[in-house]
């Protein structure tokens, strides 16, 4: 699988269209980036969800997690490169996937509370954002309806359709 280049990565989400308020301090910028692709996402949610991620910068080779690993959080990827690697079946090919800067990691295992299905190493030094269980429980306790929301908007970031030309 080819590397993907390491150099420090940008928000996608363009600085043009943020006002003032908008140009807060990490996360609410990540979360932002990762969720851009809703139109109809609510700033103000992702304000709310921000106070409850943890920043966790990561060295190029730290591992996450492996396969099996019981999960402790989801995380979203402020910069960096993560890779994942799947193993399916004995004797099938690994799939690799590397997971870039807007992107979620770990997402479905720590909603579902089912052990990793892959090892997560971080491909060069990386900031990402922690959600802990603990911290999604908190979120869960102090702000149902907020957390429902996110749970939501994670599940409809991995089904959304491929994008389309209209053909």
Not at 52 to 67: A, D, K, M, S, T
Not at 117 to 131: F, G, M, P, S, T
Request: a negative charge; hydrophobic letters at 35%.
């Amino acid at each position: 699988m080819p590397s993907i280049s390491c150099n420090k990565t940008s928000s996608h989400y363009p600085v043009e269209f943020l006002d003032k308020e908008e140009m807060s301090p990490e996360p609410f910028n990540t979360l932002l980036n990762a969720f851009s692709s809703f139109h109809d996402v609510d700033h103000d949610t992702l304000r709310q969800i921000a106070p409850y991620f943890e920043r966790f910068p990561v060295q190029e080779g730290f591992v996450l997690w492996e396969n099996k690993d019981t999960p402790d959080g989801l995380y979203i990827i402020e910069s960096g490169v993560l890779r994942a690697s799947y193993k399916f079946a004995e004797h099938s090919p690994v799939i690799e996937e590397s997971m870039v800067s807007g992107t979620l990691a770990g997402e479905l295992s720590a909603l579902s509370g089912m052990p990793r299905n892959a090892r997560v190493v971080a491909e060069c030094q990386a900031v990402l954002w922690k959600l802990s269980l603990e911290n999604m429980r908190r979120l869960e306790t102090d702000h149902p309806r907020l957390a429902q929301i996110f749970v939501q908007l994670v599940l409809k970031g991995k089904h959304q359709p491929e994008s389309s030309d209209g053909a």
